[in-house]
């Protein structure tokens, strides 16, 4: 099993720094994880968060593909439904062609009400309107379709459709599938059936919600008030626009010791033996290739971070890869 890390560039007001500052910051970190030994980078995007949430994954990606030599790097997602199809093919294929192969493009629906307004886009037909455009990505960066073309044969889509029914969906269409939950396989698996693909060819990858540490004790006090605004902040945006009761602040205390049932549902932090087994079992028989754990929470100093991503790169990753072996 494959291990990377997840940025998101959160710069929350209670400890806000020079924006510029924490850009530059995150780009050392995308070449200090590659230099420790991470298989990959993902960056993610939201808009209109008061912390300046990462807008533009692609764009940060082409950066870190300029500061990096072997890792790869995905977007852990990026709203497809925001953009118009020809736009989104011509940025992946420039940002493999920068990186020299080493895109991996995931793609969701997006939720957010302001966010589509923002956009102009329609948020009833946001997973219909995906689903259009994989098969359009496919064709654009096929034989007679957009120049120049990807450096990859067939850059690897990865579907973040979460539940049964998007699992399906994403067998059908022969994508990958970004989740590590054990859950989605038989899904997926029959989706891949349904749609002719061949199941040994299925693909998971995912996200691993927590904090890996040599001392969860001492980085649980650091931690928590930043788990907590990490918690609130998607609960209230989640809910933005729609007219729904904003969620009552979370427990942070809870979260850690709850189990997964879900995203935003717990936050382990743990040794780094603890957490391989963690994401063995959350992982099961599925066939999951790589994890990938947030390198920050929500504005963590950049010590804590940095120490993170070398737990990640040192400790955590040779034991799932002992684990797989």
Request: charged share 25%; with cysteine; glycine share 12%.
């Amino acid at each position: 099993m494959k291990v990377g890390v997840w940025f998101d560039l959160r710069n929350p007001p209670r400890w806000r720094r020079d924006p510029a500052r924490l850009y530059a910051f995150v780009l050392e970190m995308c070449q200090e994880a590659e230099h420790l030994g991470a298989d990959s980078i993902w960056f993610t995007e939201h808009h209109l968060f008061e912390d300046g949430y990462l807008p533009q994954p692609l764009t940060f990606a082409a950066a870190a593909a300029a500061r990096t030599r072997r890792v790869r790097l995905g977007t852990g997602i990026l709203i497809a439904p925001l953009r118009k199809t020809p736009q989104l093919a011509e940025e992946a294929a420039v940002v493999d062609l920068v990186s020299g192969g080493r895109v991996d493009l995931g793609l969701g629906a997006g939720y957010r009400v302001p966010e589509f307004d923002l956009f102009g886009a329609d948020i009833g037909e946001r997973y219909r309107t995906l689903d259009a455009q994989v098969g359009e990505l496919r064709r654009l960066w096929g034989d007679g379709g957009l120049t120049p073309a990807p450096v990859q044969e067939r850059l690897p889509i990865w579907l973040g459709y979460l539940g049964p029914k998007g699992a399906r969906r994403a067998g059908r269409m022969g994508e990958g599938l970004l989740t590590a939950n054990a859950e989605s396989w038989p899904e997926y698996r029959a989706g891949l059936a349904e749609g002719g693909h061949d199941p040994g060819a299925a693909r998971m990858a995912g996200g691993i919600e927590g904090f890996v540490s040599e001392d969860p004790e001492r980085d649980w006090a650091l931690l928590a008030p930043h788990v907590a605004y990490h918690f609130d902040s998607y609960r209230r945006y989640m809910v933005e626009g729609t007219g729904r009761l904003v969620p009552r602040p979370v427990d942070p205390d809870v979260l850690r010791s709850r189990p997964p049932r879900g995203p935003l549902t717990s936050f382990p932090v743990d040794t780094p033996e603890n957490m391989a087994a963690h994401v063995r079992k959350y992982a099961g028989e599925a066939p999951v290739e790589t994890v990938w754990f947030g390198a920050s929470v929500a504005g963590l100093p950049e010590e804590a971070v940095a120490r993170h991503i070398g737990v990640i790169c040192e400790r955590l990753r040779p034991l799932l890869q002992e684990g797989a072996a």
